[in-house]
């Protein structure tokens, strides 16, 4: 019962060749799943009217009523819908796990006179525009440098009984 030369047959163990074969598969899906999730996402906002709709709209000749029947009605209009129609479109960029990011923004204003008619059109894009802040609810502290403790019981002894009797 001693070993004989050449009982082994070609190919060696195929056991472990399936091994091996199943881990290069599933490092290779691997290293796939990884390179997908740090590819950007794109999503997009938002509508502006092209220049071939545009071109139909004459400055000083359309009225309101002929611009929303050749680009539609914006999302967004001016204070009580005088001003003027505001079409917004933005562009942005998700990647991984940071903050979505604004990589293109496009601002049509279509501005009327008060009697309904187009004033101008202007056109503008994300170097154009800046931040203003619309709304700031920012509530600062009164109580500064007192503790918590401080503020419970710091009435204590401050009540006067004469606020009570009427």
Known sequence: MGY???SIKAGGNRAGNNRAGTVVRATAMLMVLAVAGCTSVYRNHGYVPN???LAEISVGADTRDTVAAA???PASTGVLDVGGWYYVQSRFRHFA???PE???RQVLAISFTPDGTVENIER???QD????VLSRRVTDSNVKGVGFLQQLFGNIGNLNAGEFID
């Open 102 to 104: 604004e990589t293109e």
């Open 51 to 53: 220049d071939e709709d």
């Open 71 to 73: 680009v539609g009605r």
């Open 4 to 6: 004989r030369a050449g």
């Open 129 to 132: 525009g800046r931040v203003v």
């Open 97 to 99: 796990y940071r903050a």
């Open 124 to 126: 503008f894009g994300l």
